[in-house]
């Protein structure tokens, strides 16, 4: 079966950069059609869409971030990375990413179940 | 500016009917992109309610339905139910943005 895992650390201090993993299983990024997306949500508000890997390596990132944003995968190990540059304590969110089989346009129809990522000093 | 507009807030009682807007514009659901919807329980990651404009993944009640018409889309829970209670998220491609937009989501409450 499908699933997604987040992993990454909980806390991080104003001006890191913050890693996340994605580890996956049930499906490969090499297939056709296949994309992972990151997608955000700040505590008590709405989700927020991040940046998109797909099966051909293109990359697409959320335009008010895409200075801070890199997306990239390992097919070999499962695994889909975002950084994200100079972190602020507005970054505070969950962290989840999510699988769409159909492109990017695709729904998302397997979500991980999120990472809390804290900016603070 | 390219966004997805959702009333904050909608409820209605038990069995009643409630419907959830969608509002895009010409770069998004206007040009023809799908939407999709997502329930999001309390504490819970979000899940996969309706995909390509009115589809229901296997496991999801019929109670569920949504529509898209121009440049918005609705979502529709008849007969609601206790457990209905949640957020609801709509989602669609933008061509403007090259990415994903989702709306800024929907709290559902049953009195």
């Known amino acids: 079966q499908v699933t997604l895992r987040e992993s990454g650390p909980a806390l991080v201090k104003p001006t890191q950069t913050l890693t996340l993993t994605c580890t996956f299983s049930g499906f490969s990024l090499s297939t056709s059609g296949m994309c992972v997306t990151w997608i955000r949500q700040p505590p008590g508000k709405a989700l927020e869409w991040l940046a998109l890997i797909d099966w051909d390596d293109d990359k697409y990132y959320r335009t008010s971030l895409k200075t801070r944003l890199t997306i990239s995968k390992d097919t070999s190990k499962n695994q889909v990375v975002l950084t994200m540059t100079n972190m602020d304590p507005v970054d505070t969110a969950t962290y989840y990413c999510a699988r769409s089989w159909r492109g990017n346009s695709g729904d998302l129809d397997y979500w991980g179940q999120g990472t809390l990522v804290t900016v603070s000093s | ?111």
């Open chain 2, 1 to 111: 500016q390219s966004v997805l507009t959702q009333p904050p807030s909608v409820s209605g009682a038990p069995g009643q009917r409630v419907i959830i807007s969608c509002t895009g514009s010409s770069s998004n659901i206007g040009a023809g992109y799908d939407v999709h919807w997502y329930q999001q329980l309390p504490g819970a990651a979000p899940k996969l309610l309706i995909y390509d404009n009115n589809n229901r993944p296997s496991g999801v009640p019929d109670r569920f339905s949504a529509s898209k018409s121009g440049t918005s889309a609705s979502l529709a829970i008849t007969g609601l139910q206790a457990e209905d209670e949640a957020d609801y998220y709509c989602q669609s491609y933008d061509n403007t943005l090259r990415g994903s937009l989702f709306g800024g989501g929907t709290k559902v409450t049953v009195l």
